[in-house]
Nanobody, 121 residues
């Protein structure tokens, strides 16, 4: 199967920066999009940023201009550079990878276990 592992969460002051990293591994035949979701306590899980295999990206409106997603297609890794962080960015961040495990098989979304990001003074 496919394993997705995040790293890089932590505590940062408002206005600070943090980079999240994610690596997908296992029986990957082909990868479509990779991205990041986040979920704060008591709130729905939102798609924060997504990047497709040809480089197209999309972002949650509230993070546009502050967050940047990047990807290494050869290594099946994705990073999320987060700048000008705000307290409302506090959440558990989950990495996702849309992968197929064999020729002709459908893509399936695989989730990481999540990493906590806390923005507080």
């Amino acid at each position: 199967q496919v394993q997705v592992v995040e790293s890089g969460g932590g505590l940062v002051q408002p206005g600070g920066s943090l980079t999240l990293s994610c690596a997908a591994s296992g029986s990957i035949f082909s990868m479509d999009s990779m991205g990041w979701y986040r979920q704060a306590p008591g709130k729905q899980r939102d798609l924060v940023a997504q990047i497709f295999s040809r480089g197209t990206t999309n972002y949650l409106d509230s993070v546009k201009g502050r967050f940047t997603i990047s990807r290494d297609g050869a290594k099946n890794t994705v990073n999320l550079q987060m700048n000008s962080l705000k307290p409302e960015d506090t959440a558990v961040y989950y990495c996702v990878a849309d992968a197929s495990t064999a020729s002709g098989s459908a893509y399936r979304r695989y989730w990481g276990q999540g990493t906590q990001v806390t923005v507080s003074s």
